[in-house]
């Protein structure tokens, strides 16, 4: 059914609440179906065809569904699990859309070329992305002040180094390799012929002919529009992750909308409401403020539960004017840069500038180059200025504000939005200068330097800026103190700025000594302080997650600039490959006469002169010898991990890890065996990423070190170094083809469908605070809107319910795979509601998640063992043939109400199972044959989690069920059923404990 197939007034009954359109009163429980990655339909959710599905609500990015009249009362063989039990409405939450399809206003339908631009744009805020997850994997909870590691600052930091790399791409594609290369200087045809008035301009004739205009123009004008046309490449950069928020993000729902404008008025004072406490206060009314909890006011709530969370948009905004400003800036400084030095002797090359007397004030105001100086001095300070400001400004409330706390951090604009105008007032004298410039060529006269001055250097700056800060993040989780690791790294950046331009001399000597003192001492620091860290063993990658994040986002940046790079100039080199070179007409006229003379044969070129081939900044290539080396290695890694696992095939694998399992002899055994072994295999992803994490990370040092791609060298490792460079260049235009094929496929069904959409499954749940043009987070939405739906349900958002009915009404959400970490964020997001942390009258069923093996792991303080009270994990071994058979890491401490303890019933005061009829209400199903589903609390011994069966009982052939299904398997029926009745038998309070 189509997503605007109901009427908007018949949809909306639980919104309103109206008597007419209330639920049937034998409905108390509603069971709320949430799927996860892979954008599950409804009506597979709801495990009905799909003419068998309603909407409720919602539109073609979130919706509500359940299903049709017809369906209950069709009957069905005992023991089907999709009957609905008894008094149980069944719904299904569709959410998929919005991390999957682009939102763009006015391109709902477009499609071709236009959809292609936007699928890639889409592709490459992809290091931005991982950026922001490696933001939320910092530790979140660390203390301001002079203690604190500034673990935020150092991401947004490496944030700004990404768009600031991208900002190079551009200009190296449009100015260093279109201004500069693609257009000749103009020349005269024959001076002293007869058409001594015919002038023309080559191009490159890879570039369309609608390009062949800007050849009659002045190469200043020319080179103006080109450097402006770059300045708004990088604006429409920056809106692609921001148009994506502006569809879902618009419509607000009920609770959300009330929850703000609470938050406004109880700054003041002036909010209070009348709440019924159900079963307390003999029924009486008592005014309390909305979410008070008197027994917890001195609780720590978690981050998930704090105001203000799923709302980062309005604050972190502020980045967008700290990105575009130093972005404009450093376009600007890298045109001024090049006409300042241009046509100066001796100022081209970065090694000995300062030793030649480039730095020199005599250099700047000579042939009238005195205001490029002044503009490169501007658009330095700007850039300063703008890392200072992203580095320094905070985002979140204080790591130990009470759920109750009503005020986020205030964010001002207006500084920000200063830098911003005076970078563009920076950027157009510029642009203005440029133009005015005259058709002087712009490269340099000398043919072996670059072509755009500037350009060669600054890929490599921002590279190193980004290992030093890789290094530092090793140490953020371990509350490495940013007094420790900023002056380190300042150092260092300072010490190899200073010997590459004076590198011969004392002062050679001493920076090189100091740097490199520097760098050893950030590398054992930041080392050091991550052994001794006591929960590293709890944490993803040993508390190394940031670390591990970073350095794949800068490792995927560097593989899409490199592919950008060499893949444009491979398209504008082809007209001058070897077999396109046309021959002189002197050339052909001898081949002629050489085939006449000898008709038995027929000649035949076998070699030509070299073409001439476009100038890229050796980074770029340098990186991708790096690249192909590393990907070598680890597909050598993965292939050896794989014949390991294979010597390993005739172990049997167990339910709970560490029991002995005896050798299978049915068939089911064995294909249940090798389904657990896949699963194990896919399971060491952690260990895959960390390993890639790493590999990424030596290929940025390499980009460093290794020598000059474009000089020759003699000697053995002279050729194979050349071939090196000649296949790494080939192989990576290769890949690049090999991303744009996968970009194009993957809107072959979808014009504005992401490409590569389980990423953004992943990717795109938490907030985006760590760079403004990150792909926007599909939770702000979701976790509101699922809120909105229990709360309408239960009467929380002052929906008109009849006594009787409402305190009846209970919620069971049954969440799958991600889904249960949408619900748990939804969960506590409602802490601050009327009934507070401890509401009785919500369940959870989760299957098939990550909460305790991955996002536990990833990110502790949103979803750790403190917050959800549940057990630790230790990671999955690498290589040992059962990866989770190791001892478990102890209970960790907290501080305040835990997701557990929320769910658990009042009288929980004891570590043994609870009755019946007070029973903690979250119950989870797992299976060794899923290879992304994971227990939420312990494999055994655990009043949470349940083993699901791992043959599919309703398939017609044998089949081993892995992460779908979970809704069909016995297991779900019995839980369900258990959960029900809990939540019908619960009743409200505090609990004691939160036994195990």
């Not at 859309?97 to 699928?119: E, K």
């Not at 690249?627 to 794989?642: C, E, I, K």
């Amino acid at each position: 059914m189509e997503p605007g197939g109901l009427g908007g007034e018949a949809m909306r009954w639980w919104g309103r609440g109206g008597p007419d359109e209330a639920a049937p009163p034998q409905d108390d429980v509603l069971e709320l179906r949430v799927h996860g990655v892979a954008n599950t339909p409804p009506a597979a959710m709801l495990d009905v065809r799909p003419d068998q599905v309603e909407q409720v609500d919602g539109d073609d990015l979130g919706s509500f569904w359940t299903p049709t009249s017809a369906v209950g009362s069709a009957p069905r063989k005992a023991g089907d699990a999709r009957v609905v039990p008894p008094g149980v409405r069944r719904e299904a939450y569709s959410w998929g859309a919005m991390a999957r399809f682009s939102t763009v206003p006015g391109l709902g339908r477009a499609s071709g070329i236009v959809a292609g631009v936007v699928r890639v744009a889409w592709v490459v805020i992809v290091p931005f992305g991982l950026a922001n997850v490696a933001y939320w994997a910092r530790d979140a909870d660390e203390p301001h002040g002079p203690r604190s590691s500034a673990g935020g600052g150092l991401v947004r930091l490496f944030g700004l180094a990404l768009t600031l790399l991208w900002v190079t791409t551009a200009a190296t594609v449009s100015l260093g390799i279109v201004a500069a290369q693609c257009y000749g200087p103009r020349t005269d045809l024959a001076p002293d012929g007869p058409d001594a008035d015919v002038q023309f301009v080559q191009v490159c004739t890879a570039l369309p002919e609608a390009a062949d205009v800007a050849a009659r123009w002045s190469t200043g004008v020319r080179s103006a529009v080109i450097l402006g046309l770059t300045a708004l490449v990088v604006v429409a950069l920056g809106a692609i992750g921001s148009t994506g928020r502006l569809r879902y993000e618009r419509r607000m729902s009920t609770t959300k909308a009330r929850q703000l404008v609470g938050q406004a008025t109880s700054r003041a004072g002036r909010q209070r409401v009348a709440i019924r406490a159900a079963g307390a206060n003999g029924g009486r009314e008592q005014v309390v403020a909305p979410g008070d909890d008197v027994a917890g006011r001195s609780e720590v709530w978690p981050m998930l539960a704090r105001r203000g969370f799923w709302t980062h948009a309005d604050r972190s905004s502020v980045q967008w004017f700290q990105h575009l400003a130093a972005a404009f800036a450093t376009l600007a400084g890298l045109v001024a840069w090049h006409y300042l030095y241009r046509d100066a002797p001796g100022c081209a090359r970065s090694e000995g500038f300062g030793a030649r007397g480039c730095l020199s004030p005599g250099v700047w105001a000579a042939d009238g180059r005195l205001p490029w100086a002044a503009l490169l001095v501007a658009s330095v300070a700007v850039v300063v200025v703008a890392a200072f400001r992203t580095g320094r400004f905070r985002l979140e409330p204080p790591p130990r504000a009470r759920g109750d706390q009503p005020r986020a951090p205030r964010v001002s604009r207006a500084s920000d939005a200063a830098l911003l105008c005076a970078a563009l007032a920076v950027l157009l004298a510029v642009v203005i200068a440029v133009a005015r410039s005259g058709d002087d060529p712009l490269r340099p006269v000398d043919p072996a330097v670059a072509p755009l001055l500037g350009l060669h250097a600054l890929p490599r700056l921002l590279v190193a800026v980004m290992v030093l800060l890789v290094i530092a993040a090793v140490g953020i989780r371990a509350r490495l103190r940013a007094r420790i690791w900023v002056p380190l790294t300042l150092v260092v950046l300072v010490g190899a700025t200073t010997s590459v331009l004076w590198p011969d001399g004392t002062w050679s000597v001493v920076s090189r000594s100091v740097g490199g003192l520097a760098l050893v001492a950030l590398v054992v620091v930041a080392w050091t302080v991550n052994r001794r860290h006591a929960g590293r063993e709890r944490e993803g990658w040993s508390g190394r997650g940031p670390a591990v994040l970073l350095s794949t986002a800068a490792g995927v940046a560097m593989v899409l600039s490199a592919a950008t790079v060499l893949g444009v100039a491979a398209w504008l080199d082809a007209p001058a490959a070897a077999e396109n070179q046309r021959l002189s007409t002197g050339s052909t006229a001898a081949l002629e006469k050489a085939a006449a003379a000898e008709p038995l044969r027929d000649p035949v070129v076998v070699h030509v002169p070299a073409p001439e081939r476009l100038h890229v900044p050796p980074g770029y290539e340098q990186f991708a010898v790096a690249s192909v080396a590393v990907l070598a290695l680890l597909a050598a890694f993965v292939v050896v991990l794989a014949v390991r696992m294979g010597t390993l095939r005739r172990k049997a694998l167990p339910v709970v890890p560490g029991d002995v399992e005896p050798d299978p002899e049915r068939l089911e055994d064995v294909a249940v065996q090798t389904g657990r072994r896949h699963a194990a295999l896919a399971q060491r992803a952690e260990r895959l990423m960390g390993a890639l994490g790493l590999l990424f990370f030596l290929a940025l040092v390499a980009t460093l070190v290794l020598p000059d791609p474009h000089a020759a060298y003699d000697g053995p490792f002279g050729g194979l170094w050349t071939l090196g460079v000649d296949l790494s260049r080939s192989a990576v235009v290769a890949g690049c083809g090999l991303i744009v094929a996968s970009v194009v496929l993957a809107g072959s069904k979808q014009p504005l469908a992401r490409p590569w959409g389980l990423l953004w499954d992943l990717m795109c749940f938490l907030p985006r605070a760590a760079h403004p043009f990150a792909p926007p987070c599909y939770a702000e939405r979701v976790v509101p809107e699922l809120r909105s739906r229990i709360d309408a349900w239960l009467g929380d958002d002052g929906t008109p319910i009849p006594a009787s009915q409402r305190d009846a009404r209970r919620v069971l959400l049954s969440a799958h795979s991600l889904g249960g970490v949408v619900c748990v964020a939804t969960l506590m997001a409602r802490w601050d509601g009327p009934a507070g942390p401890y509401d009785h009258r919500v369940g959870l069923l989760t299957y098939g998640t990550q909460l305790r093996a991955y996002f536990g792991r990833f990110f502790p303080e949103l979803f750790g063992p403190a917050v959800l009270g549940t057990r630790p994990s230790t990671g999955a071994r690498l290589w040992a043939p059962d990866p989770w058979a190791q001892t478990e890491p102890g209970l960790v401490p907290s501080e305040g109400p835990t997701l557990r303890a929320s769910l658990s019933p009042p009288d929980t005061a004891t570590a043994d199972e609870p009755t019946h009829g007070s029973a903690l209400r979250w119950r989870s199903l797992w299976r060794r044959t899923d290879f992304i589903g994971f227990p939420v609390d312990a494999y055994a011994g655990s009043a949470v989690d349940a083993p699901a069966s791992e043959i599919d009982a309703d398939a017609y052939l044998l089949a081993v069920a892995a992460h779908s299904g979970y809704p069909r398997a016995p297991e779900y029926r019995r839980e369900l059923d258990l959960l029900v009745a809990r939540l019908r038998a619960s009743t409200p309070g505090r609990p004691v404990t939160t036994g195990r």
